[in-house]
Structures are given as structure tokens and as C-alpha cells.
């Protein structure tokens, strides 16, 4: 079935500035001792750096929040430090864009375990995974980091179980970045979000 498709980047697209700084601040503000895990998340990123780790074991460092909290408190992050950096013309553009019929995708690199408390009017949420053990979030990232070439399949396999193709000359995608290209290539429509103040434009490579 041939559908017009928005596809969405999320940090410093819908919402200013990025989800995981807004986590650590998050935690840092309640536990200030935890900036002893940093110690823990350069060594992991020097790894990936020397091409001696991968990537992901090194957001996993990062991500160390993550196992001090349950969903509740994850939910309460989300809608107090997240929410209130929407941007309300990006909210009212999403909102348009349901009425008119578009299916419409939220592809993050941010994780899924708080991403999925979002209030927002869209269809399907695709971030990074991270695994759950014994109903308690961890920081161990499941896969790939969803960011760049790997949003391509996860927007494909999402819409192929929805036996959905995308109306290519109809859909249109927004990003910040040009990591976002390859997601950005699969409709006609690219729209760029300009930092800080979210105005949205043509996106010229």
C-alpha cells in the first residue's frame, strides 16, 4: 500500500538539544558522585577510537544512568527535562501532517528506554535499544547504535510489517545533520531544522 511518509530525527529536531546530555545532567544533579563513571566512559571511547572497541560498548559506558533508575523514574525524566524542549512549531507541523494521513516515523539515536514514554502524535518510535533485565533498564545497548546508515533498515522493516511503501514524490523526512542522509534519501522532501532555533528549510547537502 502506497502511503505518504514523515520521517523524523529527534534530537535537535523536535526537541532542542540532545537527549542523553540531558540525562546525565539528570542524574549528576541527584547523585553527584557518579561523575567517577566518566573515568569509565573515556576509557571505553579511547578504545573506539583506537579502533580497539566498538562504538557501542562506549555509549553503553555513558549511558550508566540507565541502571540506577527504574522506568517510573525514566518516565518522570521524560516529561520533566525532555517535554519542555519541544518545539512547538515541530509538535503543530507532526499534528498537521497525522490529518493529512502521512505515517509518521520517529527515528532516534536516543534509547528507546525513555524514548518510549513520548506524548507525541505519531505512528511508530524507533530508537536505540538497550536491554531490560528482570523489568529494570541497563545500559547495555542491544545492536546497533540507531544513528546514520542504520535508521535505513529499521524504517524499512517497520514499514514492510505494516505492508506499507513509501509514496516516495509525497513523504518528506527533517533532520539536523547530514549523519541523517541515508534516512533522508528515502523520499523526495528533505527538510533541514536549524539549531537552536528549529526553522525549518530546504536540505541542501
Known amino acids: 500500500m502506497l502511503k505518504k511518509v514523515a520521517l523524523y530525527d529527534f534530537d535537535n529536531t523536535i526537541a532542542t538539544g540532545?537527549?542523553?546530555v540531558r540525562l546525565l545532567k539528570h542524574d549528576l544533579k541527584k547523585h553527584p558522585g557518579h561523575f567517577l563513571y566518566f573515568f569509565k566512559?573515556?576509557?571505553?571511547?579511547?578504545?573506539?577510537?583506537?579502533h580497539l572497541g566498538?562504538?557501542?560498548?562506549?555509549?553503553?559506558?555513558?549511558?550508566?544512568?540507565?541502571?540506577?533508575?527504574?522506568?517510573?523514574?525514566?518516565?518522570?525524566?521524560y516529561q520533566q527535562e525532555v517535554v519542555p524542549s519541544y518545539y512547538?512549531?515541530?509538535?503543530?507541523?507532526?499534528?498537521?501532517?497525522?490529518?493529512?494521513?502521512?505515517?509518521?516515523?520517529?527515528?532516534?539515536?536516543?534509547?528507546?528506554?525513555?524514548?518510549?514514554?513520548?506524548?507525541?502524535?505519531?505512528?511508530?518510535?524507533?530508537?536505540?535499544?538497550t536491554a531490560d533485565k528482570n523489568n529494570h533498564p541497563s545500559s547495555v545497548i542491544v545492536?546497533?547504535?540507531?544513528?546514520?546508515?542504520?535508521?535505513?533498515?529499521?524504517?524499512?522493516?517497520?514499514?514492510?510489517?505494516?505492508?506499507?511503501?513509501?509514496?516516495?514524490?509525497?513523504s518528506v523526512a527533517y533532520s539536523d545533520s547530514v549523519s541523517d542522509l541515508p534516512m533522508l534519501s528515502l523520499v523526495k522532501n528533505r527538510k533541514r531544522i536549524a539549531l537552536k532555533t528549529g526553522e525549518i528549510s530546504d536540505f541542501h547537502e
Open 143 to 170: 545492536g546497533k547504535n540507531c544513528k546514520g546508515q542504520e535508521k535505513v533498515p529499521r524504517i524499512l522493516a517497520y514499514l514492510k510489517s505494516q505492508n506499507i511503501e513509501i509514496d516516495f514524490d509525497h
Open 88 to 129: 512547538p512549531h515541530m509538535i503543530k507541523q507532526m499534528e498537521k501532517e497525522r490529518e493529512e494521513g502521512y505515517v509518521i516515523i520517529v527515528c532516534t539515536a536516543s534509547c528507546e528506554a525513555y524514548m518510549q514514554f513520548h506524548d507525541l502524535p505519531i505512528n511508530c518510535l524507533l530508537g536505540t535499544k
Open 18 to 20: 540532545d537527549t542523553i
Open 54 to 77: 566498538s562504538f557501542e560498548k562506549a555509549k553503553s559506558a555513558l549511558l550508566f544512568p540507565l541502571d540506577g533508575m527504574d522506568y517510573g523514574q525514566l518516565k518522570e525524566f
Open 41 to 50: 566512559v573515556a576509557f571505553y571511547y579511547g578504545l573506539y577510537l583506537l
